[in-house]
């Protein structure tokens, strides 16, 4: 700042909004522009635009890899509609999750973090621990609470008995019952809510302090101060959380993978078999990739109508203090 | 407290004390709900870590038993699975991927942040946010033709499918340390450009040294990905025992060993083991980096 304040070296400077020119050296960066955005557009190319374009060629096909593709029209998304049945039951069971977890996940993000606001001096501690666990690799994780869940051996269920929920001969099967297994995936995801809940406590932290006195003042009670000043400033993280958690839940699977190989019964009632699973199965284990590719259409249609209808409706409810990066 | 006490008639001094001394039992009150609602949280975060722990500490057939408790205490099960399973190597396996893709990682996010941030450019923000909308994708889109790619390459089963990939720029490090980028004031980099430097200098010498801790926070969370990553490991390289990772490794232990839960949770340890010392070491660079991409617009 002071190097250039004062006097005014350059005029151009003084405004700030432009680059000044260069006295020697690139007299038009273009060429390092370019060059620097290279990593980004070849990847681009590579890894987005190429990839979306062929893989939706190869949604109107029939391609088992070893034979080149063939060109089927619309019967991959006709099979996807009308008669594969575990296209519908992944597709009930994704959607089910993805509304039952996100706003549970929000809530318990929110209700952690809003609890370590007031932790005061303890707060470093706490959070360092609320966090860990979001450090656990997913294989690890799973595999740990496959065994606390565990019916006959589990801990959990160890507990529930003591406490009369659960009877010692007849178990909560958990993991092993269709009812349960989904709720214990959501269990096993909201141990893991650390980053999640990072975002929320900063989001919290920076909410102005003479806020709550002016409501205070005004005679608000705890719950109208959560009410009318906290929940509409959160409501920007709130929004991110749900954008990034309804993605992430059209992509569940590695949980749920690991989850149903440590079952007892093997999960026959495909309870845990997510939209990513039935993509999983099709292209790699039955390498069926013209309609794996026409599955993953799909899923980015739904993805990207979730988003929109977020993004349209998120005026109506999302308030930004200071703009955002959506506007 | 303008009103000096001995100025206010005794009844008043006595309300106000009362007043004082409630809400000062309140106070004391809610730090006590607060701090036991705290305190119920943590044991339950703390709980399996706990569990995993003394589980890997037991024999086989206490490690059925539900005690809380190891008795006797046994620390076999670590050179077990050290033993039993090519572990070292599974190790060994992940972190050459998770170390190449954080050296290109850093090597490629960088250029791509400092053009989105501090050169000043047409059609700059219009990228930018395109760029942003390109995390939305769903991953699922783009596997398919990008598995074949690599199959025609020869590449499968190899690493090379997940190092590759982090060699060039991904929308969310770029993300991050543009962020961070823009926070650095562009009069230091408008200062350097008056007095002649090339526009590489300026990033080299100028916004790199500033920007350290995004730095460290995409390196940090490149390898916590790639150490997790279980995805792309079992699409393109379980199909060779030799190049299999932790994640694999540790998906076919469990499968294999699910009533020897005491191996199973000493291996479990030795795998999340690196991830914790790397956040014991690396905590405010983190926090920091979940943050920056979080909240700030």
């Not at chain 1, 005014?8 to 620097?36: D, E, N, Q, Y």
């Not at chain 1, 949980?255 to 190989?261: K, L, N, V």
Request: one cysteine or more; proline letters at 5%.
């Amino acid at each position: 700042m002071s190097l250039l304040s004062g006097k005014a070296v350059r005029p151009s400077l003084k405004r700030g909004a432009t680059a000044p020119k260069p006295k020697h050296g690139v007299k038009t960066p273009g060429f390092f522009i370019f060059m620097c955005m290279l990593p980004w557009t070849l990847g681009f190319l590579l890894f987005t635009a190429y990839p979306m374009i062929a893989s939706f060629y190869q949604s109107f096909t029939r391609w088992d890899m070893v034979n080149p593709p063939r060109w089927i029209g619309l019967a991959n998304y006709n099979r996807m509609f009308y008669e594969d049945e575990l296209f519908w039951h992944a597709f009930k069971n994704t959607m089910w999750i993805s509304a039952t977890s996100i706003p549970i996940r929000i809530a318990f993000a929110m209700f952690s973090a809003w609890l370590l606001t007031k932790a005061g001096k303890t707060r470093n501690i706490y959070r360092t621990v609320y966090f860990l666990p979001s450090m656990v690799p997913v294989v690890a994780s799973t595999l740990i609470f496959a065994w606390l869940f565990q019916p006959y051996f589990g801990i959990i269920n160890m507990f529930l008995q003591k406490l009369h929920l659960s009877k010692k001969y007849d178990p909560i099967m958990w993991l092993d019952d269709p009812n349960l297994s989904k709720w214990a995936l959501i269990i096993l995801g909201l141990w893991g809510i650390g980053d999640t809940m990072i975002i929320f406590l900063a989001g919290l932290l920076d909410i102005d302090k003479s806020l709550y006195e002016a409501a205070s003042l005004e005679g608000a009670n705890a719950f109208q101060q959560f009410r009318y000043v906290t929940l509409p400033l959160m409501t920007p993280v709130i929004f991110f959380s749900a954008v990034t958690g309804v993605i992430g839940s059209f992509q569940y699977f590695t949980q749920a993978y690991i989850a149903t190989g440590l079952t007892i019964n093997g999960d026959y009632t495909r309870s845990m078999y997510f939209y990513a699973t039935h993509i999983y199965e099709t292209a790699f284990q039955q390498y069926d990739m013209g309609y794996a590719a026409a599955l993953s259409w799909f899923l980015l249609f739904i993805t990207l109508i979730a988003t929109v209808i977020m993004l349209v409706t998120q005026k109506r409810w999302v308030h930004y203090p200071n703009g955002s990066m959506f506007k | 407290m303008t009103v000096s006490t001995y100025e206010m008639s005794e009844e008043t001094t006595k309300q106000s004390k009362g007043a004082l001394r409630n809400k000062r039992v309140r106070t004391f009150l809610y730090g006590i709900a607060n701090h036991s609602g705290l305190f119920t949280l943590a044991m339950m975060f703390v709980f399996p870590f706990y569990l995993v722990i003394i589980v890997s500490l037991m024999n086989g057939d206490q490690a059925l038993m539900r005690s809380l408790w190891p008795n006797p205490l046994t620390f076999e099960n670590y050179p077990e699975v050290l033993s039993t399973v090519p572990f070292l190597q599974w190790t060994w396996n992940t972190f050459v991927i998770a170390a190449l893709s954080v050296v290109g990682a850093v090597i490629a996010n960088v250029p791509p942040a400092y053009a989105l941030s501090h050169l000043h450019w047409k059609g700059r923000q219009t990228v930018f946010v395109f760029i942003l909308g390109t995390m939305m994708l769903p991953g699922q889109v783009t596997m398919i033709p990008i598995y074949v790619t690599f199959a025609k390459f020869g590449w499968i089963p190899s690493n090379l499918p997940l190092i590759v990939p982090n060699f060039f720029a991904g929308a969310f490090s770029i993300f991050l340390l543009r962020q961070f980028f823009v926070s650095i004031p562009s009069e230091l980099t408008d200062a350097g450009r008056v007095d002649g430097c090339s526009e590489w200098q300026l990033m080299m010498r100028i916004i790199v040294p500033l920007a350290k801790p995004a730095i460290y926070a995409i390196a940090i969370f490149t390898f916590i990905g790639q150490w997790n990553d279980f995805f792309g490991a079992k699409i393109y390289l379980s199909a060779d025992p030799d190049l299999w990772t932790l994640g694999i490794g540790l998906t076919q232990f469990g499968n294999e060993h699910a009533t020897n839960m005491n191996t199973t949770m000493a291996a479990s340890v030795l795998f999340m083991l690196p991830l914790i010392v790397v956040f014991f070491f690396a905590q405010k660079v983190f926090v920091e980096g979940v943050t920056l991409t979080g909240v700030k617009g």
